[in-house]
């Protein structure tokens, strides 16, 4: 897979990977990628989600949009060798309709944090390790419940389900 996409050594470099094979594609809502065993959003990730929506006809929202483009990273010996990431451009049935594989050189996100800050309770939390059967809740936003990502001064609804009474502060 590595010899047919290839790699980059800058993150433009990964963005134009992408946006040359999407370019035709109108109403693309970009995620940021979400680290392997975490869905923490990390700055790295807030990078090339902004990059690739300058990039190409991104929606503004999930709801307007036509196709999602969905992403992960893998970081590779502590990011010494670079790290995987891999996008799926996928419709909105699910269906997949291109994927990207491309390997970042080290010096490509150097001055961005790679790393999710609570990757031990995140993993723990979504592999229904961490629970309670006494008190449970579900929070979601009106954007969703996974990798989201907000921007200074963004409106968000947030909502929650609880199996009894609660507060939120």
Do not use: C, W
């Not at 290839?6 to 370019?23: E, L």
């Amino acid at each position: 897979i590595m010899s047919l996409e290839g790699k980059a050594d800058d993150i433009q470099t990964a963005v134009k990977m992408i946006s040359d094979r999407i370019k035709d594609k109108k109403g693309i809502y970009v995620f940021p990628p979400t680290p392997r065993d975490s869905h923490e959003i990390t700055q790295f990730a807030g990078a090339l989600k902004y990059s690739i929506e300058n990039a190409i006809n991104a929606a503004p929202s999930p709801d307007t949009s036509t196709y999602y483009l969905k992403g992960k990273y893998e970081i590779l010996k502590e990011g010494k060798e670079g790290i995987d990431l891999v996008y799926s451009l996928v419709d909105k049935n699910s269906n997949n309709i291109d994927s990207f594989f491309i390997r970042l050189a080290p010096s490509s996100f150097q001055e961005y944090e790679i790393f999710p800050k609570t990757t031990s309770f995140d993993k723990l939390l979504h592999e229904g390790l961490v629970v309670s059967n006494d008190f449970k809740i579900d929070i979601n936003t009106n954007r969703g419940k996974n990798d989201l990502l907000f921007s200074r001064g963004e409106t968000v609804k947030l909502l929650f389900k609880l199996n009894r009474a609660g507060y939120y502060y």
